[in-house]
């Protein structure tokens, strides 16, 4: 485990950190942080997004103590098997669902980096070199040129060195990412909403006949033996449209299987209509005949019975591919039981920065944006509808219901919208009083438009 003993500093006031470099597929780095604010009774975690798009989320650990507190975050293999430069934020949490701060830098990951023995402190350089509100994404190529101006000759890294690449080629031989881009199911029917819009990467159905009625066959209690010469898969999506592909079999198959991507179906148990005498190798199923070894059936019973040696042969289902599809996916074989791997959707950084990061998203459903200073939480909604005009001293207001009640309003801003476009953003006067909201203008004689209004506000019971 490679450690930077040096701590980093982390502005959660100013929601940036320090720019930080790691080899390309290295394992196991961590940085220390120490943040300007208090880090008790807080958890943390490091996410990094790729150049390709795709990202990493790894918890963090915070320690405090009587003499220090600081935050350490390992950088998973996942987040440096990709070269470039990514983005990383450092989130911290009262709980799962209550993110209270987060800052962002640059991660610069190539086959070489900075090392210790040339500087005291990479933490350092940046610092001279830049300032604290300057270590942003969109700085980026600046910061990337002076680290790049910074790089040892790999070649002439001795094997004592601390980061020599001899020692980085040691740690991460044999290491490969685990990175999970397919799911394998089994069942019949199979429902998913994880899939993408893509052919199946497996899709294997079982064949397994059946018999007729109940109890044990003779000749005064036929049981029919059920097998297939045909088989069908259902692929239904979330709307109940639904795509069928039917395979022929060579012939009539009481249990067997069939590897639909690849094109085979295999015979394990063959079927006579009528028998006749043959020669059954080995265990065998009648209409009218219970199975004992040694026996035979019934001259002109219906049998089923097990091949000596299973055969193969090749098979077209009808519109293929046969694919998952994106959103919800019920697939549903007529023959038996199935065996699918189906490619995953593939993940949305934006999305899940959206959900768990600190990019802000107005909503008009209420939702938890922050803690007040006594420690409760503070809700924000926007409201987009036509406010009712009621006009008060010499100001205008607007009067709307918010159907909530005991609350405080800590903070408020509304949009201007006139034929539908957006003009202007002003600052408001807002007051609750008995479930209504009254907004107003700071200027005098200045109406709200139909648009948008955006509260905050905290819950007095």
């Keep these: 485990m490679i450690v930077n003993q040096t701590p980093y500093p982390i502005s959660f006031e100013m929601k940036t950190a320090q720019a930080l470099t790691c080899r390309y597929g290295e394992v196991g780095r961590q940085y220390k942080f120490i943040a300007d604010i208090d880090l008790t009774g807080l958890s943390a975690n490091l996410q990094v997004i790729k150049p390709d798009g795709t990202f990493v989320i790894e918890d963090a650990s915070v320690v405090v103590t009587e003499d220090e507190q600081y935050i350490v975050v390992e950088i998973p293999l996942q987040a440096t098997v990709v070269k470039g430069v990514c983005r990383y934020d450092i989130n911290l949490y009262e709980d799962e669902d209550l993110m209270l701060y987060t800052a962002e830098g640059p991660l610069w990951v190539d086959d070489q980096l900075i090392t210790e023995d040339m500087i005291e402190s990479v933490a350092e350089v940046y610092g001279l070199r830049f300032p604290q509100d300057f270590l942003t994404v969109e700085n980026l190529v600046d910061i990337v040129n002076y680290v790049k101006a910074q790089i040892i000759n790999d070649e002439a890294i001795a094997e004592d060195t601390t980061w020599s690449s001899q020692k980085i080629e040691q740690e991460i031989s044999g290491v490969t990412p685990d990175i999970d881009v397919s799911k394998t199911v089994t069942g019949n029917p199979i429902e998913f909403s994880d899939g993408a819009d893509a052919p199946l990467v497996k899709c294997v159905t079982q064949i397994t006949g059946y018999q007729e009625g109940s109890g044990t066959p003779s000749p005064d209690n036929i049981r029919p033996i059920v097998a297939y010469s045909t088989g069908t898969i259902e692929v239904e999506d979330g709307d109940g449209n ?148 009621v006009l008060m001293y010499a100001y205008s207001w607007y009067v709307f219901d918010t159907l909530m009640d005991s609350i405080k309003i800590i903070d408020a801003f509304g949009i201007d919208v006139n034929n539908g476009i957006i003009k202007s953003c002003y600052p408001i006067i807002a007051d609750f009083d008995n479930g209504d909201i009254s907004v107003m203008h700071l200027r005098n004689g200045v109406q709200i438009a139909m648009g948008y209004v955006t509260i905050r506000y905290i819950k007095t019971s």
């Design 242 to 389: 639904t795509t069928t592909h039917t395979t022929t079999y060579p012939s009539a198959i009481y249990r067997g299987s069939e590897d639909c991507v690849e094109g085979e179906v295999v015979t394990e148990w063959g079927v006579i209509a009528s028998y006749s005498g043959e020669t059954l190798p080995g265990e065998w199923i009648s209409d009218r005949d219970e199975y004992a070894p040694g026996t035979t059936p019934t001259t002109g019973a219906q049998v089923a019975y097990e091949l000596a040696t299973p055969t193969t042969s090749s098979v077209t289902p009808t519109n293929l591919p046969i694919k998952s599809l994106s959103g919800y996916t019920h697939i549903e074989s007529s023959t038996g039981d199935m065996n699918l791997e189906y490619l995953k959707q593939t993940y949305d950084p934006l999305a899940e920065l959206i959900e768990r990061s600190s990019i802000h998203v107005y909503s008009t459903e209420e939702k938890i944006v922050g803690k007040w200073i006594d420690g409760s939480p503070v809700y924000e909604m926007t409201v987009d509808k036509h406010l009712n005009p």
